[in-house]
């Protein structure tokens, strides 16, 4: 082989060893999650210019009670990031409480992921009810948390804290049990934003979920 073609060859194959180092030195692939439920927006004035930011609404902090029969707060669930269901009890609630198995069992070594079923339905809200509840589902212990408590707190956090409404055009595809949503999962980030909506009934959503979960705990491992 001639020197010349030699010299092309090596050259040719030392390329794609460039742009990779290229890429990895300076490159940076990077999707954040969006944020969900803004409340205003602010106007800044930074270097003489004005900036407008968005300031996302943040759940507020709560306690209820546990199916262990202790109270359980926002605190202790909040310190990575948890998925929020409202149970009516009915069979849409049932679907989404099974679909939240493969979330507990995809990250049952991952103590920053919680996850947290709001039991609306004041029948079953005392500490056996929910109780059996949590048996029904095969709950880790301080990883699903079954809560019920006070309905006007619940709906107080259904309807104000979490924004879920009985308009579809709203959430459309929601599905309902007097005005409850029954079918909607949220995450929210240890700041107490909600980070993603999903339909629970939709196991593609729930694939979904698993996804932007690892993403959210990335983020939080690596910080801009």
């Known amino acids: 082989m001639r020197p010349r073609q030699t010299l092309l060859l090596g050259l040719l194959l030392l390329l794609p060893v460039l742009?990779?180092?290229?890429?990895?030195?300076?490159?940076?692939?990077?999707?954040?999650?969006?944020?969900?439920?803004?409340?205003?927006?602010?106007?800044?004035?930074?270097?003489?210019?004005?900036?407008?930011?968005?300031?996302?609404?943040?759940?507020m902090p709560f306690q209820l009670v546990a199916s262990?029969?202790?109270?359980?707060?926002?605190?202790?669930?909040?310190?990575?990031?948890?998925?929020?269901?409202?149970f009516a009890d009915d069979a849409a609630s049932t679907r989404v409480a099974r679909q939240l198995l493969r979330v507990q069992e995809k990250f049952r070594h991952e103590p920053r992921v919680k996850l947290?079923?709001?039991v609306?339905?004041?029948?079953?809200?005392?500490?056996a009810s929910l109780s059996k509840l949590a048996e029904q589902y095969g709950t880790i212990a301080g990883k699903w948390f079954f809560l019920g408590g006070p309905a006007d707190t619940l709906q107080h956090l259904a309807r104000q804290e979490f924004r879920l409404t009985s308009d579809p055009k709203r959430?459309?595809?929601?599905?309902?049990?007097?005005?409850?949503?029954?079918?909607?999962?949220l995450l929210v980030d240890k700041q107490r934003r909600v980070r993603g909506i999903y339909d629970g009934n939709d196991g593609r959503e729930i694939d979904r979920l698993l996804t932007e979960i690892t993403v959210q705990l990335y983020d939080y491992e690596h910080p801009h």
């Open 68 to 86: 262990t029969g202790r109270p359980v707060s926002s605190q202790e669930l909040g310190q990575g990031l948890y998925i929020a269901q409202f």
């Open 19 to 59: 742009a990779f180092l290229f890429l990895f030195s300076f490159g940076k692939n990077r999707y954040a999650l969006p944020t969900y439920l803004p409340d205003r927006v602010d106007s800044t004035q930074v270097g003489g210019e004005w900036r407008r930011d968005t300031v996302f609404h943040q759940v």
């Open 120 to 127: 609306l339905n004041g029948d079953v809200a005392n500490a």
């Open 116 to 118: 947290v079923t709001f």
């Open 171 to 185: 959430l459309p595809g929601a599905v309902y049990t007097a005005n409850i949503p029954a079918g909607r999962l």
